[in-house]
């Protein structure tokens, strides 16, 4: 009996744990002097649209979002054009700004990390 109880207490203390977990705001952007990390930054901000490696998945790509991980795709657009596309958004599209959300800094990380992409992409080939 006891034995019992203890387990759907155990149980429920569990649930519990789980439920704070997911309810845990997610914590305020911590005044670190740290460097931002591009691959942190893009697994929160970018990766539901943009995929793990920079290829859209099939639904994205409905949506018209282009293969980032591509050559051609590196080659049509200099840093300061990524970085004003992260910033400003793109209008009329689902890629919206990220100006007001994360620093200067965040976005130049992003930036290293969206070329990346392509460098990880083309050494994939050889
Ligand atoms: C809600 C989905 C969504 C999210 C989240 C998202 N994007 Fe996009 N992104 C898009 C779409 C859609 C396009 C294609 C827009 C177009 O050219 O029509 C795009 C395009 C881009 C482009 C290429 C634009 C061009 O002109 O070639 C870059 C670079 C980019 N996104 C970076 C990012 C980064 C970095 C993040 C995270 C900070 C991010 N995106 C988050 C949907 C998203």
């Keep these: 009996m006891t034995m019992m109880m203890r387990t759907s207490f155990l149980r429920r203390a569990a649930g519990f744990v789980v439920a704070a977990a997911l309810l845990a705001p997610v914590p305020a952007r911590a005044a670190s002097t740290a460097k931002p990390d591009g691959k942190d930054l893009w697994s929160t901000h970018c990766i539901l649209c943009h995929g793990e490696t920079g ?5 994205a790509a409905k949506l018209g ?17 990524i970085r004003k596309i992260i910033t400003e958004g793109k209008q009329d599209t689902l890629m919206r700004p990220f100006g007001d959300d994360l620093t200067k800094e965040e ?14 992409a083309a050494s994939k080939k050889k």
């Design 55 to 59: 290829a859209p998945g099939p639904q």
């Design 107 to 120: 976005i130049d990380a992003l930036v290293t990390y969206v070329r990346g992409l392509g460098k990880a």
């Design 65 to 81: 979002v282009a293969n980032l991980s591509l050559a051609k795709w590196q080659a049509s657009r200099t840093d300061d054009q």
